[in-house]
């Protein structure tokens, strides 16, 4: 199936009689009709379902069919961005374990991999997003278990050369571990260019309208454990009867171990209803990544021709700095575009109260047009030369462009501009 089609179908097939739409399956728990058969289930917990803390049949259906976008053996929904990236990085690292990340990441995953991990006793190694390969092979240390970037980062919407860092993490045993957010699969698929992991925040593109939080760990199923020192998947589990994830369950190793270790223990797993309203999301999200694309890039020039404009990063623009990775990664350049106006903070600030049409939300990727000040919300919590290492600049405007007519949305924006002369 193509991706369109993916989008309707994939992870829910109706028999005869039963509902066309992926019912809510509104329940802590399951029936079973003995106390063996529960026994068994406990013995062989992937193959039934115990409790709604880890596996829900609503939310599982969604994860089939983001599992399938992606090209992914499996997928584990969570109950925020947040969570997938926690989750994904703990299921490798212990304490006194290291990972590398780019620096051009969301604000969020900063403040969790340069202090909550921290104090874990996690360390997280940044790397610039445009070193080249001797510099990430230098960022190594034996304990290093992982490498995290952004296929398109928020907000610095700078494109990650994917290959590149898939090809380094490889040769250190190590998966390459990629937020996908703002790309989507629609867009990028990742594990078609040597990625291991993909993460997403659905809150984002996934779900689209502003409705929930939530994400995602999807697993390509491709990285060979045994090959790397991952301890965790590859020796007996005593929380878990003493079993060897890879032994067990093979290709699928990582995912499992995430459900039937971290899931069970943290309990971050979205509710059915969230699933649910995640899932209408996606039915559409081919055709909205392809709209949200073309609206931006429309903008963009728009931007890019107005003088009151320092500059634009759209990496669908031929004039950004990553226009060729974005030839080369992406089928769109999806819809947000951060831009510097004349006049730095304090013009940013004007214009954005001027706007009408767009609202001043921490959000992006909306159907409705929204616009944010990261330097004032988003990376709040960063000093300048963190800021400046994130790719965030204190007169940036990050707009993300919504479903409206393109029209509209440059009315709005022209009409803002103006209340700054
Ligand atoms: C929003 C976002 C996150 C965090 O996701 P939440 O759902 O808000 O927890 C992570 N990565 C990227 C790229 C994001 O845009």
Same mark, same amino acid.
């Given at each position: ?54 596996? &829900? ?15 992914? %053996? ?14 994904? %990085?703990? &299921? ?194 081919? %055709? ?60 940013? %600030? ?72």
């Amino acid at each position: 199936m193509n991706d369109e089609t993916k989008c309707l179908h994939s992870g829910y097939t109706p028999k005869n009689t039963e509902p066309r739409v992926v019912p809510i399956i509104q329940s802590t728990t399951y029936v079973y009709d003995s106390t063996e058969s529960i026994a068994a289930v406990f013995d062989e917990p992937t193959h039934s379902l115990i409790y709604s803390r880890f596996a &829900n049949p609503t939310v599982m259906a969604v994860e089939e069919k983001i599992a399938s976008l992606e090209g992914g %053996i499996a997928a584990m929904c969570t109950s925020s961005g947040q969570a997938a990236i926690l989750l994904a %990085i703990l &299921n490798l690292c212990d304490a006194g374990d290291s990972f590398i990340s780019t620096t051009r990441i969301y604000g969020g995953a900063i403040n969790l991999f340069s202090f909550t991990l921290k104090k874990m006793g996690i360390e997280c190694i940044y790397v610039n997003d445009d070193a080249s390969e001797d510099e990430i092979h230098k960022a190594f240390k034996p304990n290093t278990k992982a490498v995290f970037g952004e296929t398109l980062a928020n907000p610095a919407l700078s494109v990650l050369d994917i290959e590149k860092f898939a090809k380094v993490a490889h040769a250190h045993n190590v998966p390459l571990i990629i937020d996908n957010t703002f790309a989507t699969p629609i867009l990028c698929k990742p594990f078609e260019r040597g990625a291991d992991i993909i993460v997403h925040s659905t809150s984002k593109y996934m779900d689209g309208h502003a409705l929930q939080v939530g994400g995602v760990i999807v697993d390509s199923g491709k990285f060979d454990w045994s090959k790397g020192n991952f301890p965790g998947l590859t020796e007996p589990d005593e929380s878990y009867r003493g079993i060897v994830y890879t032994e067990t369950y093979g290709k699928a190793a990582y995912i499992i171990k995430a459900r039937m270790q971290l899931m069970r223990d943290f309990g971050v797993y979205p509710s059915a209803h969230s699933a649910f309203l995640l899932n209408l999301g996606l039915e559409t999200l081919a %055709i909205r990544m392809e709209r949200h694309s073309e609206n931006a890039l429309e903008a963009a020039r728009f931007l890019e021709a107005h003088e009151m404009v320092e500059k634009v990063i759209y990496p669908g623009l031929e004039s950004d700095k990553y226009y060729d990775l974005a030839r080369k990664y992406l089928k769109a350049a999806s819809g947000v575009i951060t831009f510097e106006i004349r006049g730095g903070r304090e013009n940013a %600030i004007k214009f954005m109260d001027a706007l009408k049409l767009a609202s001043n939300q921490v959000h992006v990727a909306d159907i409705r047009t929204c616009v944010l000040h990261p330097a004032s919300a988003t990376h709040r919590q960063l000093n300048d030369d963190q800021l400046k290492a994130a790719g965030v600049n204190p007169g940036m405007v990050r707009l993300s462009v919504g479903l409206e007519n393109v029209n509209d949305i440059i009315d709005d924006l022209k009409q803002a501009f103006a209340v700054l002369k």
